[in-house]
């Protein structure tokens, strides 16, 4: 018997089986064939189209609709494949709404864009469900590439070279490969465990290997990987979270959102999986997003979103903030936690109001008390563990656009690459792009 | 409300959309339920000779060319005249006549191309009380094989012969339908004329393979892995409708002969097309096939609806009024000079214009780094492919020159004369303006 939203606490079960299988089923359920069809004809294949400038990997995009115009959906996730090994991941989880479909002439003309993600999915779909991995690998080169980490970015690094005759071994930390694909990704957006096939279907171009359990700094070092191997690709993300600085930051209750969704990720049971009844996520981004939808998903009675500029500074696009708004998450904005309150565990979090001076932003003094016995933390992630004697620029190591970080033989991409939105399909396209750097270089 | 009222060889129907001799009208259960939706006549199903109906396929009759979500814009079909026997038509068609005064009912009929069958079937419909008879010289497939349908519609010589036994042993109108499938429709046109025929319909419908299964590679529809041309209709076919029947409205030895007109009327808008180059009236099939019956009321609605905006009272003050503007090539206004505008307000940028002019015509359209696409005059000679291929409707439009103005593509200023091919001096044959 579920337990109900209104059951006080951080509780399992608040909802049935039942409700909570469709409430985790696919945000958008892929396109029938018919359906397909008629999305694709209103592809205008524009000239130079700007859907295309606006991929981050380049996608030929009016072209692989007109290949499902054209009744070939299989050629068309071929294209796709071409220029974003990931495509299958990318068309569920890119925010299209400020990439390619943003950039669709149709959103200028009637604020309707083709539906490109849809629409990738199905051409992606219909190939990986063949179950053929649609590349060989060139002649073997006798090269072989470290990537360190099994993320995105990695993981098309690691194919691309694979693709061009490298052998790769992926050095990854956890026991999974995938990355965010696999640990951060809303849970609504990937369904059906399809981080996992899509890892798999990716490595049957061969000559690729996964060692887990692998962690740079602790049982690998870069010196000992330069040693071993020809290059080194590092894609090892982002794996320090921003400390919260309010009051009573350590309180029972009070967790990173990261790993809130990696569990919700890697629960084999859902109904097992506890939840707040009164949540509040910390942060503007798509984390943030993600884990007050799910908080709501699991059957959290009240979400809240407080985050502490205006919504257009907002890292979530206004579709995610409307995908909250209409899983009924209220969004807060121009608050800032002071405090976390609660005796032995969180029962209220203290907001202050906030103004913006000059971009300065400070409290504003005004207060107000909301109940949160679940407070979760989107507030940023930062590089860590990165190796001594790289660049950085800022935070993030440092590259050329080809991705070269300044040590010879070592190259970098994905969210602890400096640039780059830290989306998948970011990630993909700088894996990619180093691999070809890499294949130059190695080729020399 | 304007009057729909048709008067067609003086056969009367409350609006001027018949149903086409086809499925549609094969039985009184069919044809009833079309009067009751309001139809203004039918031609009923082709009646064939007394003894034996002929049989059809078992398998698939028709074939479809679909637009993206299965709107279907062609239709195909091998189905041959009527099954029935011809009593059970003829005595279905009296009891409907009987029963609906006021509309129209034509028989069509299709018998081999001899004096004695004509003569036979004559008198039997003429007891049916049907308003006319309208003589099938179209059908393209099945029955042309045996030397009726088509086969006579290609024969103008056939065409007059039979058409003035019908005058001969029939005494209420006589509408000869034509098959496109020839090479100048004016010519059985011309022979239907001269035979007596108080009208002409078209077009029957056209030579068509649909589509060939590139697993069987059966041409379709397929009938056990074989296929055979069948007659395409529906909307694809319109302009070639349109162009034929322009061409008997105005020429000269069939200027003024009644047309019933057929082919791809699909909305009030097709019909009105029509008309106004000459038909006084129209038949419809592949729409009712599509959408059924109920169509009519957007038929007859549209059409009134226009004629009361543009001030028209009566179909008749529509029949024929674009036919003076059906010119040759040859008299096309040579100092007309337009030039493609392109309003950028409503431009959204998808550079198919651009595309169209700079691969495959003239080059005539600029693009800039940030997508604004203009016209160069200077190249721009007003093809209207920019206009044809934009998705926007009236973003681009073709805006003629003013006279005196200089056409910067030629550094000529715009003639306010007219003047033609005939009188031009690049002309081989140009005859000295007078």
């Known amino acids: 018997m579920a337990q109900g939203q209104m059951a006080p606490g951080i509780v399992s079960g608040r909802l049935s089986s039942d409700e909570l299988t469709s409430n985790f089923t696919d945000l958008h359920p892929p396109l029938a064939p018919h359906e397909a069809a008629v999305a694709a004809d209103r592809c205008y294949f524009c000239y130079d189209a700007p859907c295309v400038t606006a991929c981050p990997t380049d996608i030929d995009i009016p072209l692989f609709i007109r290949q499902i115009q054209a009744g070939q959906p299989r050629a068309a996730g071929q294209t796709i494949f071409e220029q974003n090994i990931l495509g299958g991941m990318c068309a569920r989880v890119c925010p299209t709404e400020t990439l390619c479909e943003e950039a669709c002439v149709r959103e200028a003309a009637e604020g ?12 992606t779909d219909d190939v990986m469900t063949s179950g053929e ?3 060989e690998r060139a002649g073997l080169t006798g090269k072989t590439v470290a990537v360190v980490g099994a993320g995105p970015a990695g993981l098309a690094c690691a194919h691309r070279l694979a693709m061009l005759g490298h052998d790769v071994v992926i050095h990854e930390t956890k026991p999974k490969p995938g990355g965010l694909n696999e640990y951060g990704i809303a849970a609504y957006k990937s369904t059906n465990n399809f981080a996992q096939a899509e890892v798999d279907w990716l490595l049957k171009i061969g000559g690729i290997s996964i060692e887990t359990g692998s ?44 790993d809130f969704i990696s569990d919700v990720r890697q629960a084999d049971d859902l109904s097992h999986l506890p939840v707040g009844r009164n949540v509040v996520v910390i942060g503007g981004g798509m984390t943030a997003v993600d884990a007050a939808v799910k908080s709501k998903l699991l059957g959290a009675e009240h979400v809240t979103i407080a985050y502490r500029r205006d919504r257009e500074a907002m890292g979530a696009s206004r579709y995610e903030q409307d995908l909250a708004a209409s899983h009924g998450v209220r969004i807060m904005c121009n608050v800032q936690p002071v405090a976390v309150l609660g005796k032995g565990a969180a029962a209220e979090i203290e907001l202050e109001y906030t103004a913006s001076h000059d971009g300065q932003l400070s409290g504003a003094g005004d207060t107000v008390r909301v109940p949160a016995d679940q407070v979760l933390k989107a507030i940023g992630q930062t590089l860590e563990g990165a190796p001594e004697g790289l660049e950085l620029d800022g935070n993030k190591i440092a590259v050329s656009a080809a991705g ?10 994905g969210d602890c690459a400096a640039g780059g939105d830290d989306l998948t399909v970011t990630a993909v396209a700088e894996g990619r792009d180093a691999a070809m750097d890499i294949h130059a270089t190695l080729s020399v | 409300m304007a009057d729909l009222t048709t008067n067609f060889l003086g056969i009367s129907s409350p609006n001027p959309y018949w149903l086409a001799s086809a499925p ?40 479809a060319i679909y637009g ?11 189905e041959l005249i009527t099954d029935r026997p011809l009593e059970v038509n003829l005595e279905e068609m009296a009891r409907v006549k009987a029963d609906y005064p006021d509309r129209a009912l034509i028989a069509s009929i299709m018998v081999p191309c001899e004096e004695a069958a004509w003569k036979a079937i004559l008198p039997r419909v003429a007891e049916t009380d049907a308003d006319g008879i309208e003589l099938n010289f179209g059908c393209p497939h099945g029955m042309s094989e045996r030397g009726m349908g088509a086969a006579v519609g290609q024969v103008p010589e056939y065409i007059e012969m039979v058409t003035r036994w019908c005058k001969q042993y029939y005494d209420r109108p006589v509408i000869v339908k034509l098959t496109p499938n020839i090479t100048d429709v004016r010519k059985p046109a011309a022979a239907a004329k001269n035979g007596g025929a108080d009208a002409v319909s078209l077009i029957n419908t056209i030579n068509s393979i649909t589509s060939v299964d590139l697993d069987t590679f059966s041409p379709e529809p397929s009938i056990d892995g074989k296929g055979s041309h069948g007659g395409y209709c529906g909307p694809a076919v319109k302009p070639i409708a349109l162009s034929m029947v322009s061409e008997i409205a105005r020429a000269e030895a069939t200027h003024g002969l009644p047309i019933s007109g057929i082919g791809g009327v699909t909305t009030w808008r097709d019909a009105a097309e029509f008309i106004s180059l000459g038909c006084g009236n129209v038949q419809v099939c592949t729409a009712a096939m599509t959408y059924g019956f109920k169509i009519i009321d957007e038929l007859t609605a549209g059409l009134s609806e226009w004629m009361d905006e543009k001030g028209y009272t009566s179909i008749d003050q529509v029949i024929g009024r674009a036919v003076p503007n059906v010119t040759d090539w040859q008299y096309l206004n040579l100092n007309y000079i337009a030039k493609a505008k392109i309003d950028q307000d409503q431009c959204i940028k998808c550079g198919r214009c651009y595309a169209a002019c700079e691969d495959t015509s003239h080059q005539a359209i600029s693009m800039s780094s940030d997508r604004v696409f203009e016209v160069i005059d200077e190249e721009c000679v007003a093809c209207n492919l920019c206009v044809d291929v934009c998705p926007v409707d009236s973003c ?23 003047a033609n091919w005939t009188t031009h001096p690049n002309n081989p044959m140009a005859k000295a303006a007078e």
Do not use: C
């Open chain 1, 112 to 123: 309707k864009p083709v539906e490109i993600g849809r629409l990738q999915r199905f051409a």
């Open chain 1, 133 to 135: 991995h649609p590349f």
């Open chain 1, 215 to 258: 962690v740079l700094g602790e049982t690998v070092s870069l010196d000992g990987l330069l040693e071993a191997y020809d290059a080194v690709f590092l894609s090892i993300g982002l794996a320090g979270v921003n400390a919260l600085r309010a009051q009573g930051a350590e309180t029972d209750g009070v967790r990173h959102a990261v």
């Open chain 1, 404 to 413: 070269r970080t300044s040590l010879n033989g070592v190259w970098a991409g």
């Open chain 2, 24 to 63: 549609p009208t094969d039985k009184e259960y069919n044809v009833r339920r079309a009067f009751e939706a309001g139809w203004g006549g039918v031609v009923w199903k082709t009646l064939g000779a007394e003894g034996p109906p002929v049989v059809n396929v078992n398998g698939p009759r028709y074939g």
């Open chain 2, 68 to 78: 993206a979500d299965r709107r279907l814009l062609g239709l195909n079909n091998i």
């Open chain 2, 396 to 418: 681009i439009s073709m805006v003629p020159m003013t006279a005196g103005e200089i056409d910067p593509r030629t550094g000529k200023a715009v003639d306010p004369e007219y």
